[in-house]
């Protein structure tokens, strides 16, 4: 047997096949190694039968496999299963049944990795990957959860998950018309009809969802991608909560080079921001998958164009059937007002993909009408930028309910606009005009100095990158968490 070093210890990590999730995956294991130098993580890449570009992604970490702390292991590919009943199966139930395909695959690695002595603190798991816990319980070794969406959420599914499991309620039955909730992470009440669609689905998605959240109570711990000045009545709040783990807030966790980019375009499109004075331009982008149906994005032309601000616009055609990721327009005029790309050239470009990290960090931006991903989120927060609130998919009307009702860096634009979920178009939502896209954009870019949003955005821009620094709040609750697991270890 080797010689250990006694502190030396590998963790393993399963992030999700998801783009938005695996990249906060791999940032987090990068940053929890830059505090430990005595750890070493193994990273268990799942690639996807859907995502061309999550496997392209996968790909480049297996190339690079950097350090020699740092590994990354392709688990063998899984197709999606056959639906084995007939039981409706939609996104949920495919992507659950897809994770759990990978469980004797990961069981062989761990195998293997312990037939080289490795000493194994325990399992990190992606929180939408809860299942390969119990492939953690088998080897006795404990799993602590990376949860890629902020507190105030986890909060959210806590307390879904309790209801449905102690108090007997069917969530699935909230209506838009029910009084408020109170949930704890929230310091204000939580209009129903901004639940996360996913909560609501009688098809398995919430089953799917609350099951998350049951399974994580038993988790040993929960670093979450937020950061205690950001959200301290809802880290407070899960302190409070008995029957959940410790919660390590860790964040911001981001990727700020951009990996999906082409050099060229992207340095054309930060051209074309140099051009234009600080705080002037609107930025428009609506994360991975958003898009909008056509005559949307007629009202968000016209109103750019009433506006008279600047603007730098992120379009994405919408997903085609089957798929849940929007495109590219090979010519955006086709959704276009006509004219509209020669009468604003001055003022306006419109792109497909953004190098979003870059373009928010850029001083020409002063606005971002965002879709209110968690991670656009973090990323607006981080350059200061305030944002105008769009959500469409997911759990984007809590974020949007939170940026504006709780953190106050949001203008509302439409808190309960969705379009779709999991590929499954629903009925069209009503259309927001141009008249309040305009209005939004107007109280978003207006009075620079003034603008409570702003000087928010600017406050917490510097908090979080205190948060991350030596002695930060997220660098010490890294260290929190490390001593954790050592302490767990058997
Ligand atoms: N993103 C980007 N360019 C785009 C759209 C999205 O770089 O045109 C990046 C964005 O910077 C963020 C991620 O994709 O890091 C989107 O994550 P988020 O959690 O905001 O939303 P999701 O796409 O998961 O809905």
Redesign the pocket.
């Known amino acids: 047997m080797t010689m250990m070093n006694e502190e030396a210890m590998d963790l393993i990590l399963i992030p999700a096949p998801?783009?938005?999730?695996l990249?906060s995956d791999v940032e987090m294991a990068k940053r929890l190694l830059q505090i430990r130098h005595q750890l070493s993580i193994t990273v268990f890449l799942m690639k996807s039968p859907l995502d061309s570009h999550l496997n392209s992604y996968v790909q480049s970490l297996l190339a690079h496999n950097h350090c020699s702390r740092l590994k990354f292991i392709s688990l063998p590919e899984e197709d999606l299963p056959a639906p084995a009943s007939k039981e409706p199966t939609n996104g949920f139930t495919l992507f659950s049944f897809f994770v759990e395909s990978h469980k004797p695959n990961v069981r062989d690695c761990v195998n293997e990795m312990k037939k080289n002595d490795v000493r194994l603190g325990g399992f990190v798991v992606d929180s939408i990957c809860m299942a390969m816990m119990d492939v953690a319980d088998e080897f006795g070794l404990p799993t602590y959860v990376y949860y890629?969406s902020g507190a105030a959420m986890l909060g959210l599914h806590l307390h879904l998950q309790s209801l449905r499991d102690d108090h007997g309620v069917d969530v699935t039955e909230f209506k838009d018309s029910d009084p408020h909730l109170n949930l704890s992470t929230y310091s204000k009440p939580f209009p129903p009809k901004l639940l996360p669609l996913f909560a609501l689905d009688k098809t398995g998605g919430s089953a799917y969802f609350l099951d998350i959240a049951k399974r994580m109570r038993k988790a040993k711990g929960i670093l979450v991608n937020t950061f205690l000045e950001l959200e301290p009545h809802a880290l407070e709040s899960l302190s409070k909560d008995a029957s959940a783990p410790p919660v390590y807030p860790v964040g911001p966790i981001?990727?700020l080079k951009?990996n999906?980019?082409q050099e060229s375009s992207e340095k054309e499109i930060l051209k074309w921001l140099d051009g234009h004075p600080d705080s002037s331009v609107v930025f428009l982008?609506?994360?991975?998958?958003?898009s909008f149906p056509e005559p949307q994005v007629k009202e968000i032309a016209y109103a750019l164009e009433q506006s008279g601000h600047r603007f730098l616009w992120?379009l994405?055609r919408p997903p085609s059937h089957g798929s849940i990721f929007s495109t590219d327009y090979n010519d955006p005029e086709e959704a276009l007002p006509e004219g509209f790309l020669e009468r604003t050239k001055s003022i306006g470009k419109v792109i497909?993909?953004?190098?979003?990290?870059a373009v928010?960090a850029h001083p020409a931006v002063g606005g971002f009408v965002?879709?209110?991903?968690?991670?656009?989120?973090l990323?607006s927060i981080w350059s200061g930028v305030p944002i105008a609130t769009w959500p469409i998919?997911?759990e984007?009307q809590a974020n949007a309910f939170q940026l504006v009702e709780e953190i106050g860096i949001g203008v509302e634009v439409k808190m309960d606009y969705r379009y779709y979920f999991m590929g499954e178009f629903e009925i069209l939502p009503e259309k927001v005009n141009a008249k309040e896209i305009e209005s939004a954009i107007t109280v978003l870019m207006d009075h620079p100095t003034i603008n409570p949003q702003r000087m928010k955005a600017t406050e917490l821009k510097g908090k979080s990158r205190k948060a991350l620094e030596e002695d930060g709040s997220s660098f010490n609750y890294f260290k929190c968490f490390f001593e954790h697991v050592m302490n767990n270890i058997i």
């Not at 982008?285 to 958003?290: A, E, I, V």
């Not at 497909?352 to 990290?357: E, T, V």
């Not at 965002?370 to 989120?377: A, D, R, V």
């Open positions: 998801l783009m938005g999730h990249i890629t981001l990727n951009s999906k980019i982008c609506f994360g991975s998958c958003g992120s994405r497909g993909w953004a190098p979003q990290a928010l965002s879709h209110c991903g968690w991670n656009s989120t990323e998919y997911t984007q």
